[in-house]
């Protein structure tokens, strides 16, 4: 069974203080770890997909980065508009069809401070 | 403007009563899904398609119903079997390519609350 798991559940930084959160994962042969930003009251907003160990993408503050067993989501210098819930997700490779499931975390609650 | 549009946004059911719950996607996508989502719990998958008039349980799938008849729409009907309906239902469709499927996107949600 896919298995995901965040951490910290709610981490509270203050403006400009720099630091990441982690999703480790277990998937019997990953296809794909995907990022997402959620507001609340709102449905999640697609970040990023991240396909093999070793590759990272980037976007504005934000940095993914991918190992076999977990996924960091590093935030640069945050600002208060940075402060949402950060979901991680895995896709596991498809065995006798293609597999669009996704397995979700929890969820890590980042509150930043002006 | 390309998206996915759920409604209503909020919904008010009875104890004992059906209620439907409408999820339309304008972005050719193939597959679509239906979560569940409840404070500290994460997204939860209820049913998926990933092709018209054929859909999946997901993991929390009864007391649920859902139909495919169309590729851009995937309503899904809460029915008096399901216990525990209060939640917010989060709607998502993605594109097939090749092989695989690429990343969802997400409605806005319906927040459904049993009185």
């Known amino acids: 069974e896919d298995q995901v798991t965040q951490s910290p559940e709610a981490l509270r930084l203050q403006e400009g203080e720099s630091s990441s959160l982690n999703c480790s994962y277990t998937?019997?042969?990953?296809?794909?770890l995907f990022w997402y930003r959620q507001d609340p009251g709102k449905g999640p907003e697609f970040l990023f997909t991240?396909?093999?160990a070793g590759e990272e993408k980037e976007k504005e503050r934000l940095k993914a980065t991918l190992t076999k067993k977990e996924s960091f989501l590093h935030i640069t210098a945050p600002k208060p508009e940075d402060s949402a819930t950060y979901l991680c997700a895995v896709q596991a490779q498809g065995g006798t069809g293609a597999n669009s499931k996704l397995t979700f975390g929890k969820g890590i609650t980042l509150s930043v401070r002006p | 403007d390309g998206g996915i549009t759920q409604s209503p946004k909020y919904l008010f059911r009875k104890e004992g009563q059906n209620v439907t719950l409408s999820c339309e996607q304008n972005?050719?996508?193939?597959?679509m899904y239906w979560y569940r989502q409840d404070p500290g719990q994460g997204l939860r998958l209820i049913y998926y398609?990933?092709?018209?008039?054929?859909?999946q349980k997901g993991d929390i799938a009864e007391g649920y119903s859902v139909s495919r008849e169309k590729k851009e729409s995937f309503p899904l009907t809460v029915t008096s079997a399901q216990k525990n309906p209060t939640a917010f239902y989060l709607c998502a469709s993605s594109m097939k390519t090749g092989w695989s499927y690429n990343e969802q996107f997400f409605g806005p949600g319906t927040r459904l609350t049993v009185l």
């Open positions: 998937v019997s042969g990953l296809r794909g």
């Open positions: 972005l050719n996508h193939d597959a």
């Open positions: 991240l396909y093999s």
């Open positions: 398609s990933q092709i018209v008039n054929d859909f």
